[in-house]
């Protein structure tokens, strides 16, 4: 065989050992190689070894350090054992071989024991590694607390980790010391018996690290200074420390930092000088009194009996100052403003283009029933789904309108059971959902649902379009698919059969070549990824395509929003996510449901519905926990002005932390600590029995009275009563965004809340009889939720009513609106003539409505001779000018003046469906559709 033959044959055979080595190991670390292909191809490969460096850099670090301490401290001690040869028999000479045989054997014992025993201590700061960075990168607050004068980043970033370094300090040198002196008492032991002593230089060593250990002790006690700002007695009415545990309590730790360091220094006196018995027990018996004291609740209660619960308010006003600063800080509450909300009467239905507006973006579906009306009539397939109805608002013909739409997902469980078990149906061809359905929120009764984007292919009468309408990421449980493929994508259907398509985004990863085919096949454990003939060089596997369990896994520091919502732009459909930074660790604040006691809502996070790019923003650089991560993780966070503009009209302020606030601020918006401490003013979220009714979208002029904005509002109640007290409102559009405003109801007046609206709608027989007519003609009656709608001076309370058959379909219907000032209640199919009969129901009463306002129907208004006395109920007329005896109120029955004698010629016909027919016409090209 010629050489040259031989040397190729060597040289193919070590590539195949090298290819086959390779193939091995990337089969080991198959779900890392793909983790970091999915982060690189997601645009954050450099992040992705980042955090990679930070976790195990942490880790070892940590466990280098502590290996350094026992390992130095086992050599040292290595250099004083059998170092002299003590007088004894056989059993002396067997002993000091084995001391022997462990000090030349340091290398062999004391490197892996000191080794293991770094790694073990070091657990707790791997499994706390995210809070590691935090406590590196974290910068200043800005902002001190009021107790010891601390910038509160101390709180956030150090003292979570200051607590876990001194406690594995006080472990590592309590097992150090114990394992020493072991050690020693051995050697002092065998040369006990002769004229040796032990070494001078094994004392100074125990000595070193009992000073440690005090000065580690030490250390844990000045850190119970800080832990007093979280202390929490539910028996009180405010957070944190009070009078007692600042004046007792607090110069007891003190105390006892003094007693406990004269006992560590006498102990080692008397062991080093032999004497001092009589002053180590002194400081000893010293010491136990002030833990005894300290940890039984004798002294304190004596304290909080006789000296501060006859001057509670005095004692403890400074504390609960402390406590309301820092809770409307940590809360972000300490800039609201408050507005007085000044009710007027219902006496003229002003038709004023505010009022239009106000009316046309009303959002009267239940999220829950709308979700059923899509699924039927919209779905159009089995297998398209729409996990959620989310809010937003669009310019819909040069009107800004508030509307529900929900993207159309694919759900291919719902296939067919032969076509479901397919592993070409899931994988290769049903993809992707299509599109996405629009209507508006506000509707009249008895009337179909308008759509501003339905069916499929997608068809709007409004001009809406978009040139990508696929879905491969959103919010249902999706499993991977590979696309492109040479089969094609079902994209939709459509009588002939199915409209394919082949993806050309750059979502997922490659799968261009047999080994990265061979990897996924291990890594999903299924065979048929890497046999398939059916992939092309451009097929990509798109996985992880849950958008929230996408962002958890890049991102698992941020807490996410519940309720991510799709956005619609001419291009493609966005969703955009929500997310917010939290700490338990600010001082004098009370966590929030055991979850957290400081929130910002920092971040928004938009995912691109085709391709899968997640965009991560900063929102509040003002938040010290952002910018430590922007520290941290360079160019993970881009600024917000660089939110394409498309987008940025559709940001709004999310529920789940304005629910917080209001929660929150129901105890805390009393902000004079006398007032807050008698509690007299504490709210709570308004609902109907036990249903509260939390915050909604809606889109007023609350906030600008010349500018419709899209707003969250939270109507209030007084602690256990039904009235309502105030109206939270928070802005969404632009220099809004974030401003909160508290619109209080005048004191001494009663404004109604949902509970009582809805008792006087039960008790009202009209409505009561046409109920009852619904329900016998085989449909369910349901009452929808009821809004709170502060508009033109008025509260006015919309509920819907739908019914929904009996039979097995059960698609509900909008058919009747209630809507009621506080004091009549009308029933009608259109908000605009529902609000023109409750005018005509309350003038007819000729009440000023309860007392609330004043009657604006004088006698110049309303002439004498039109209104005949024998027609007036007795109890509208002062006993003065008429005797309650000359008129019996039964002589008049109520139908006798009721809202039928008006007659509808004296009513404009025009009506309000939620959406102006002049407003909206059934055609016509509408402004670049996501721009309000």
Known sequence: MPKWIKWIIILLVALLGVAAVFVLISLLLVDFIVDYWWFSARGYGYYFFLRLLYKYLIFLGVTAFFFGVFFSNFWVASRYLGTRSPKGGAGDRRARYLLKMFRTGSMKVYLPLSLILGAVIAIPFYMNW?????????????????AYGIDISFYLFDYPIFLLIQWDLLITFGLLFISLALLYWIENRMLAATEFNLPKGARIHLTVIILIVIGIQIWGFMLEQYGLLYYNDPDRVFFGPGYVEMYFLLPLIWVKIFLFTGAALSLIFMILRYRGTRLFAAFVLLFGLTLIAEKTNFVPDTLEKYIVEPNELVKQLPFISRNIDATLDAYKLNDIETREYIIDPISVVAETDDLVKNLQNIPVWDRELLDDVYEERQAIRPYYSFPGIDIDRYTVNGVHQQVNLAAREIMTRKLPPQAANSWINKRLQYTHGYGLVMNPAAQGGDKSIRWFVQDIPLRSDFGFAIKQPAVYYGLEEYEYVIAPSELGEIHYPEREGNVLIHYDGNGGVPMNNLFRKLLFAVHYKERNIFFTTKTTENSRILFRRNILKAINILTPFFRLDRDPYVVMTP?????????????????Y??????EFNYIRNSVKIIVDAYNGDIFFYTF???????RAYERAYPNLLRPPEEIPEYLRPHIRYPKDIFDAQMDVYTKYHQMDPELFYRQEDHWEFAGIETALMRSYYLTLNLINEDLHEFILI???SPMNRDNLRAMPVVGSDGENYGRILIYNFPKGQQVYGPAQVSSLIDQDTAIAQEFTLWDQAGSQVIRGRMIVLPVENVILYIQPVYLVSSTRLKIPELVRLIISEGTAVVMDRDLMEGLRKLEARVLERGEPMDGRFPSQATAEEVPAEEVPA??????EIGAEEIGAEEIGAEEIG??????????AEEIPAREIPGVPDEALPETGEAPTPGNP
Do not use: C, N
């Open 130 to 146: 995210e809070q590691a960075i935090l406590f590196i990168f974290g910068p200043d607050a800005g902002l001190e607390d009021p």
């Open 571 to 587: 291009e493609r459909i966005y969703w955009i996510q929500d997310a917010y930074t939290t700490s338990k660790s600010y001082p």
């Open 589 to 594: 604040v009370h966590e929030y449901q055991g």
């Open 620 to 626: 509040d650089p003002d938040d010290p926990i952002i």
């Open 714 to 716: 939270s109507p209030m």
């Open 870 to 875: 024998e027609e007036v109920p007795a109890e």
């Open 894 to 903: 109520a139908e006798e003046i009721g809202a039928e004698e008006v007659p």
